[in-house]
């Protein structure tokens, strides 16, 4: 029996709000759109890229302004990322979490609105790459909360739904997890607040990742 829980990234794993607000308000501003307050943002991270966008622009923006948009957020994100300045520190206690469900016998994965090149990056910085067995990105799927990367790493661990868990920090990943037919974990210290997970569909919550881990057995 494969069981196998798969993580949201940014607001699971790693906080790069700060590095994601910076992008965004600077493609943004690039092509002349009105630049999202922080909240904004903060609110609309975990789908992918294109929707977010989509979701931060004024009603009625041309497509190819947001397509502009999402580029310009791209080539910042990539400079920032040149220039040293992207900072997406592993939340405490994550590390610890991940080596032990390894230890358990738990394969791992990553679910999340990053590209396959950002989340290679994220997780080479902070040395747990080789913990994942499957990692789906924004770029090779529908945005959540349509359950189609939680299909691929489960046909590409051989798991189960009854085996699976999705584990992330919005609603998004709720409702993705619902869809799917998989336990839905939320936790508390991402964007989304708990009353909106519930509301997502969660099944459980953790206050921190001890916490995660009793809920995972």
Known sequence: MTR???FDCDGTLVDGQA?????MKAGFEAIGLPVPSEHEIRRIIGVSL????RNLAPEGTAQELLDQTVEAYRAAFFQMRQEG???EPLYD????????????GWELGVATGKTRRGLDGSLAMHGI???FSTLQTSDIHPSKPDPAMLAAAMAETGATPEHTVMIGDTAYDMEMARRAGVRAIGV???YHAPEELYGGGADDIADDPDHLEVLLG
């Open 188 to 190: 508390c210290w991402g």
């Open 85 to 87: 300045r992207v900072q």
């Open 50 to 53: 294109p929707v977010a966008i």
């Open 93 to 104: 206690g994550i590390r610890e979490l991940l080596e032990a469900l390894r230890g358990n």
């Open 129 to 131: 790459d080789h913990l």
């Open 4 to 6: 196998l829980a798969v």
């Open 19 to 23: 590095a994601v607000c910076e992008a």
